[in-house]
């Protein structure tokens, strides 16, 4: 689920429903989630086939739903009951990308080319007709092969595959119903900035114009997937990208913290569970996020395996 814009409690969730009587079509519910017990439709779509969905996008006045041609073959997955096994890939096939106005439900289609996106960035409402909508843009699916657990304790297997995407500007024209693709490029000071993974930005520049997003890139010289460095893109100048490149420390997905006196979008800190070969410990590691210097560590009392979620959460003092 992800916050609904200018609220501080009502957040917006989807839901694939699948039909298993194949004459009936499969839905995307969208809502408007107030706790627990309590929420509100928004839209509902009907597709033909069931899609796989890691995640989705929020605007001011919009709910952005990328949905690959990746599918849930249902007949295969009541047999199996294995849903690894019961994906599909359908390359000559396009991505759906339905645009939801918040305030009605009316849904807007637009198709691009086939695509496979795990994690949003950010996206911003450019003006009435257009959207802007960040991602990190897979040419297909095969990536999730690649955490198969046979593959990540073969070293010569994983060495060889691919595991970056693409920093990808998906521009949507509401009015001509068109998606133009803009790729982000890597700069002379960081080789592979723009080809990052479980990416973090600062939460007060969501659905805003923003530079800065952070994030992890594997297998940084594209031969060795060990080699994992935490970057710093900036959107708007890639002459400013950086990196946090520790030989020792393997990193996992980084939150952004905001300074609260701060008024730079990039101050603030980042906080990740890296593990530290020199300690052998999993320790929490703050970086400033304006230089990429490492802030303070803390070994913590116990392993913690990479963690591909995770955000910092404030409790009322008791």
């Not at 949905?67 to 199996?80: G, L, W």
């Not at 890939?89 to 289609?109: A, C, D, Q």
């Not at 949003?120 to 959207?131: G, L, R, Y």
């Not at 600062?202 to 060990?226: D, L, M, P, Q, W």
Request: aromatic content about 12%; charged content about 20%.
């Amino acid at each position: 689920m992800l916050r609904e814009f200018g609220t501080k409690e009502s957040h917006i969730g989807i839901v694939t429903k699948i039909s298993v009587v194949p004459i009936l079509p499969h839905q995307i519910l969208i809502a408007r989630v107030h706790n627990v017990k309590i929420y509100e439709k928004i839209a509902e779509i009907e597709v033909n086939n069931a899609p796989y969905l890691p995640t989705f996008s929020v605007t001011e006045n919009y709910v952005i739903v990328y949905v690959p041609p990746f599918y849930i073959d249902v007949a295969q997955y009541e047999v199996s009951l294995i849903l690894k096994d019961s994906l599909e890939f359908r390359n000559s096939e396009p991505s759906f990308i339905y645009v939801i106005e918040i305030s009605t439900g009316k849904v807007t289609t637009l198709k691009s080319s086939p695509g496979f996106v795990l994690h949003h960035i950010n996206a911003k409402e450019v003006n009435d007709n257009q959207i802007n909508m960040d991602v990190c843009l897979y040419n297909d699916a095969k990536i999730l092969d690649n955490y198969d657990l046979s593959v990540l304790v073969n070293k010569t297997m994983r060495d060889s595959l691919q595991w970056r995407p693409k920093v990808t500007r998906m521009q949507l024209d509401l009015t001509e119903s068109s998606v133009r693709s803009v790729t982000f490029n890597n700069s002379e000071k960081v080789a592979y900035s723009a080809e990052l993974e479980f990416p973090s930005i600062n939460e007060r520049y969501k659905s805003k114009h923003y530079c800065f997003v952070y994030g992890i890139v594997f297998s940084k010289n594209n031969t060795i997937f060990s080699q994992w460095k935490v970057v710093k893109k900036n959107l708007c100048n890639d002459t400013r990208d950086l990196e946090f490149d520790v030989p020792s420390i393997y990193p996992s997905k980084v939150t952004f913290v905001s300074d609260p006196t701060g008024s730079k979008e990039d101050d603030g800190y980042l906080l990740m569970v890296a593990f530290n070969t020199v300690t052998n410990s999993s320790d929490l590691v703050i970086i400033d996020a304006r230089t990429m210097l490492i802030n303070n560590t803390a070994a913590l009392p116990t392993f913690v395996p990479f963690t591909y979620s995770g955000g910092l959460f404030h409790f009322p003092k008791q």
